[in-house]
Every structure is written in C-alpha cells, then in structure tokens.
C-alpha cells in the first residue's frame, strides 16, 4: 500500500501524524521535510532569546527521536516539485513518491515588502529554527534592533530582545499594537510597558531604505525622520504557502482552500495549518492546527470528522504586559465595550444580539482567559454579574 | 511524581510542585487534572502534554 505522505515537518505536519498514531499504529506514513525534521516549537522562536536558549536548545525531539516514536518515515532536505494529482504521485529532489493520500502543511512565508537602499537586502525575517539561528549569531556584539512591523510577532521579539538589553525600535504604519487583532483602548496598553523596557515606538509610518552605516545601518522612515540600527527584522506578517498547491490545479484563495473535513478540491488530498484557508479562514495560530489535527487524523483513520472550532483565544507572548485575545472578524456587526481597566483593560466583543463573541484582557486581566473563554456564546449579563456595576 | 511537557510551547508540568496560582495543589498527580485543563502559556489541551524523563 502506498503510504499517507505528508509535507511538512512543523507544528501542523507532526500533530496530525501524533494524533494518526494514537488510533492507528500501522498505516504507512511518510513525512518530507525541507530541514533537518527536527520537532521544535515555532512559538518559542520568539520568546526564546532572553530565556538565553539558542537553535539547539529549541529542539525538543530530534528527527530519530521523532521517527522511532511515531513509527513513521521522515525524508529530509527534501523538496518537493510538483504533484501529479492524476497519478498520486510526487516529483521531488530525492525521485517520485507516490502517496495514497496527501497532508499538505507547508505554512507560510513572511510578507516581504520592496524596500529602497543599499542595504535592503540585510532586512531578516524569523519563520524557523535555522533564520533563529543566523539571527542569534548576527546579533553578537550588537545593542540596536528595529523591527518592523508591530503585530503579534513583532511585539514579542521586541519584548525579548528588550529584556535581553537591546534598544529597540518598532516601525509600523497602524496606529497601534496589534491593531490588527484588537480595538485602540487594548493595543494601547503595551505601549507604556514595552517603552519603559527599552522599546522606542514608531507607529503611522514605515521604512522605505535601509543604507549601511558607519556601524549597522540608517533607516529612513515614510515621515522623512531616520534612525540607526545593527539589525533590522522584517515582522508584517505571513503569506500561506500556495505555489505547489495552485500548480497542480488545487483550488487556491489565500491559502489552499479546503472543506470542514481539511479537503482540498482533490479528495485524496488535504491541508492544515497556515498554509491552509479551511472555510474560508486562514488562521495561523497554534490551537486551530491542533484542532484541526485532531479531526483530519480521525479522518486519515478512516472516521471521516469535520473540525469543530471552539472559542480559540490568542496568548501574545510580552511578558511586560501580558495580551489574550479572541479575536473577532473585521466585519462582525457589534461593538467592544470595556469591562474593567486598571494596570491592563478587559473588553468584550458583544455582537448584534448582546452576546460575547471576542475579547481581549491584557495586564492583569490577562490571566482570565480561561473564565473569560467559558463566557464566549453568552450575554453579557449572564455570564458575570461582576462586570455589572 | 513524574514532569509533563506541554509539545507545543514546552511549558512544564511538574507534579510535585503543582501550579498553586491555577489552584493545583502541589503533589497533584497528572491523572488528577481536569481534562477540560489547558496549558497556561499556550492554551492547548490536556492531551497535547507528553510525560518526560528528568
């Protein structure tokens, strides 16, 4: 029989090859990595730096580890090239390999956006272990750091980095932390925090050029003002990885387009994680991948499951002040409304019919986020007399 | 007493010493938790924690 073939070898790759083997101990799989295969948490590339842990340090489970564990077949510093959907097969660097089914979990590139310059090819970006490792080496002997970009990913390295005694900038064109994820009066709250750890906050403008320096490089910023740095990191966001998918005639939007039961327009042929748009909504955060996980191995096993996705709250990692968010779509009718507020805010999202289906607490509300996560789908008045005041 | 590992964020769960700020009461053997429990850090369940060798 012609083994399940996965591609990738990230969070999404190896939770749904966990899950498989919990119920199914013999089926054929084999799993292509582009690396080493080693099993890392992704999570930690941005946490990791003032915890002083380095690449390896990262590794929880080496690819032998993980093989002999999990029983199945890893091929590295694999690429593959195309996919024959008519005859299930491969075309990769190491010859053809067939598959009976296929588990696409690729992720995703960082957005990249053309810069003037000199040196605008020196700008970075962290998306695994090994641009972790170069950025750790790069970074020896250096104080300055700009960031561009003041999401969650930005947010949390700034918040590492500055920790760790780096002077920081962030550079973003939004008006505010994570705007992209939560409301003014809750982004706002990092920016006390963060600045008073080190980080020098340039929102409502972007780089256009980065030139080499005397020492590091001078970024000239959208509002004509510069400012210096050793290393410049690029954190605007990730693109889902689309190119193997859209050649071999998948249905592709922002990412590969797949049903509740993780298909792709080809039946034998399923994706998760942030290379994956799954109805509609690509979500490239760790609990939809383990949700998502779980119901596509039931499915790989042979009990065809749609993933059912509960309230999944965000954890931005800035130990300075502490963010959980349940985002909610930019369209949601309804409105935030503040619950409380003290050193942090706690908002809700209420939608058209007065129910909670977001929140945001950060600071000391941060800590809710389970209680809160049990009020989502409820009125507000229900669900916590406290709040009424 | 035996270290549990959480395999997305590698946050720690040790049984001896619990985690009192959750309510957990040091010596709280793993079978003893709540299954509807999440990791702290990463908010993953329960059954994404792997029982490691220390």
């Known amino acids: 029989m012609e083994p399940i073939i996965v ?5 999404a790759g190896y939770s749904v090859m966990r899950e498989l083997r919990k119920l199914d101990r013999n089926v054929p799989v084999m799993l292509l990595s582009r ?44 690429e593959v090239q195309g996919i024959d959907v008519a005859r299930k097969c491969l075309a990769t660097t190491q010859g053809e390999l067939s598959y009976s089914r296929l588990v696409l979990a690729m992720g995703a590139d960082p957005i990249r956006i053309p810069m003037q310059g000199d040196a605008a090819d020196a700008v970075r970006s962290v998306n695994d272990i090994a641009d972790y490792a170069h950025l750790r080496e790069a970074m020896q002997g250096t104080k300055r750091i700009a960031i561009m970009g003041g999401g969650l990913i930005g947010c949390e390295f700034a918040n590492d980095w500055a920790t760790a005694g780096f002077a ?17 009066p809750a982004g706002s709250q990092l920016l006390p925090p963060l600045a008073a750890i080190g980080v020098d906050w340039h929102f409502g403008t972007s780089v256009s050029r980065v030139d080499s320096a005397a020492t590091g490089y001078t970024l000239t910023l959208a509002d004509g003002s510069q400012l210096q740095a050793d290393i410049v990191l690029s954190a605007i966001g990730l693109r889902p990885r689309v190119a193997l998918a859209q050649a071999a005639g998948l249905a592709v939007t922002r990412g590969i387009k797949v049903d509740a039961h993780l298909r792709s327009s080809d039946p ?25 996980a779980r119901a596509l191995a039931k499915t790989l096993a042979g009990e065809d499951t749609a993933v059912v996705f509960p309230a999944m709250p965000v954890v931005v990692k800035t130990p300075a002040h502490p963010v959980a968010v349940l985002p909610v779509a930019r369209d949601a009718a309804g409105g935030w409304q503040t619950l409380a507020s003290g050193n942090g805010i706690k908002m809700a999202f209420l939608d058209a019919s007065d129910r ?12 809710e986020r389970s209680e809160m996560t049990k009020r989502v789908g409820m009125p507000l008045a229900a669900s916590s007399k406290a709040d009424i005041t | 007493m035996k270290v549990w590992q959480c395999v997305v964020c590698g946050f720690i769960y040790d049984e001896k010493v619990g985690l009192p700020e959750e309510g957990i009461k040091p010596g709280t053997a793993w079978a003893d938790i709540p299954e509807n429990w999440a990791c702290p850090d990463c908010g993953v369940a329960k059954a994404d924690f792997e029982m490691i060798e220390v």
């Open chain 1, 356 to 367: 909670i289906s977001g929140f945001v607490l950060t600071g000391e509300f941060a800590a």
């Open chain 1, 7 to 11: 591609v990738g070898s990230g969070l």
């Open chain 1, 35 to 78: 690396d080493s295969g080693d099993y890392y948490s992704k999570p930690m590339l941005s946490n990791a730096f003032a915890q002083g842990k380095d690449a390896a340090a990262l590794v929880q489970t080496p690819v032998a580890e993980m093989t002999g564990q999990l029983g199945i077949t890893v091929r590295t510093h694999i």
């Open chain 1, 268 to 292: 034998a042929i399923f994706a998760l994680g942030d290379c994956a748009e799954i109805e509609g909504r690509v979500q490239p955060f760790v609990l939809p991948i383990m949700h998502a």
């Open chain 1, 168 to 184: 920081v900038s962030v550079i973003d064109p939004g008006p505010y932390p994570l705007a992209s994820l939560m409301p003014q």
